[in-house]
């Protein structure tokens, strides 16, 4: 069975950071692409960051870009979404997601990793003003 489990999330001030945490079993991870999406309320998801298998290349949403840094560890299953600089607009539900194919040929979220297959349940971001 396939899962994903988020960790690390809470409530932090503007200007701070958190590191969120996804925990992958039931397929073979370090063939797999990850991604973070995010969804706030009254607003649609977004794709924030994705990291392929092989060699750990990352694309970003711009919003995120400079701030945000995605990383795996294959020996733990686990893949991290750092977030530094945090805004009040960065509140959301973040979730963690198998991607099915990462195009490498793009450095735009939408075209490197456009489809999700399992998706995570979600962790609470909140960013006071």
């Known amino acids: 069975e396939v899962q994903l489990v988020e960790s690390g999330g809470g409530l932090v001030q503007a200007g701070g950071s958190l590191r969120l945490s996804c925990a992958a079993s039931?397929?073979?991870?370090?063939?797999?692409?990850i991604a973070w999406f995010r969804q706030a309320p009254g607003k649609e998801r977004e794709g924030v960051a994705c990291i392929s298998n092989l060699y750990g290349r990352s694309v970003y949403a711009d919003s995120v870009k400079d701030r945000f840094t995605i990383s795996r560890d294959n020996a733990k299953n686990t893949v991290y979404l750092q977030m530094n600089s945090l805004k009040p607009e960065d509140t959301a539900l973040y979730y963690c997601?198998?991607?099915?194919?990462?195009?490498?040929?793009?450095?735009?979220?939408?075209?490197?990793?456009?489809?999700?297959?399992?998706w995570g349940k979600g962790i609470q971001v909140t960013v006071s003003a």
């Open positions: 039931g397929f073979t991870f370090d063939a797999t692409p």
């Open positions: 997601a198998r991607i099915s194919m990462f195009y490498g040929n793009s450095y735009y979220f939408d075209e490197a990793c456009p489809h999700a297959d399992y």
